[in-house]
């Protein structure tokens, strides 16, 4: 394997023409840049240098390799120039998947204070629900995964054990009703007193769990809608449709109208993360971004 010290000083040797003169250039002694040299040949299994008087001549390999060595070298130093942009954040690039509340309530204050703080690092976005934002994430399409998780799910705590987690917040669902529902003014409301409504149900994960609390409630929800699309079913509650249950943080990013919010009980909860995978975690660009994430979440 030919490795660049040896290139340098072959480049030194045919410019000067001399193992000392070589040396006083790189600021090394005579007998190391023959021992470099000797490794070189040894490398390449042919000579590359042969004594003419007091000066060294390159042999037709010698010419060769000092003729590519130029390109070698500055693509070598191009490449350690931009590893070290990246290494100190004055480039670099995160890919990250949210799914839509996310996307709303914490991705744009997260890549606002990240893009004031690393100008040079680009972030691009994509939306997905868990567990599609994981399997990509697994996969290697994306570097982080904005994701969620309810606490009452079974097998929750090995879920992501694969993966590095960082906890971001906790977030509460509540329960959607049109203004002029009679619970509409409650403090808060149990989900079995919903139990006779026309329900709209929103992603697949978050129907699920409103099947399983609703059954631990004692009943089985008549969903007449079912929308991944948050705004969509604000405006179906909104329109005296029909309740939902929503995620809290869905709520601060939609700000519904005809419809009022109204705290559940019990409670239900679900955890939000940002996930990447053990060898991204020390990317300075990844680190950076989950740390804005993380900020953002705490405000």
Do not use: N
């Not at 010290?5 to 003169?21: D, E, M, P, W, Y």
């Not at 042969?50 to 590519?68: I, K, P």
Request: a neutral charge; one cysteine or more; hydrophobic letters at 45%.
């Amino acid at each position: 394997m030919i490795e660049a010290r040896h290139l340098r000083v072959l480049r030194a040797v045919a410019a000067t023409g001399s193992f000392s003169a070589a040396g006083r250039e790189l600021g090394c002694t005579q007998p190391a840049v023959s021992q470099q040299m000797k490794a070189l040949e040894a490398s390449v299994g042919t000579p590359l240098l042969v004594r003419s008087g007091r000066e060294m001549r390159l042999t037709q390999a010698g010419e060769a390799l000092v003729r590519h060595a130029a390109g070698i070298l500055s693509g070598l130093t191009a490449a350690e120039e931009e590893v070290a942009a990246i290494a100190g954040l004055r480039a670099g690039r995160v890919r990250l998947v949210s799914f839509p509340s996310g996307s709303s309530a914490l991705v744009p204050t997260a890549l606002a204070a990240l893009r004031a703080a690393h100008p040079g690092t680009r972030v691009s976005l994509e939306e997905a629900e868990p567990p599609a934002s994981v399997d990509k994430l697994r996969a290697g399409d994306c570097d982080i995964a904005l994701a969620f998780r309810y606490e009452s799910a079974p097998g929750c705590a090995q879920e992501w054990a694969d993966l590095v987690v960082r906890p971001l917040l906790t977030d509460r669902l509540v329960a959607l009703v049109p203004e002029r529902h009679p619970l509409a003014r409650a403090k808060s409301v149990a989900i079995g007193e919903l139990a006779r409504e026309s329900w709209i149900a929103g992603c697949p994960r978050c129907r699920g769990q409103l099947v399983e609390v609703c059954a631990e409630a004692g009943f089985t929800p008549r969903i007449d809608f079912a929308t991944d699309d948050y705004p969509a079913v604000a405006g179906l509650v909104g329109a005296g449709l029909g309740v939902a249950v929503l995620p809290q943080l869905a709520i601060e990013s939609v700000r519904p109208r005809g419809a009022r919010a109204v705290t559940l009980e019990p409670a239900v909860r679900r955890e939000i993360v940002a996930l990447t995978l053990p060898d991204l975690a020390p990317v300075p660009a990844v680190a950076a971004t989950l740390d804005q994430l993380e900020r953002a979440a705490a405000r």
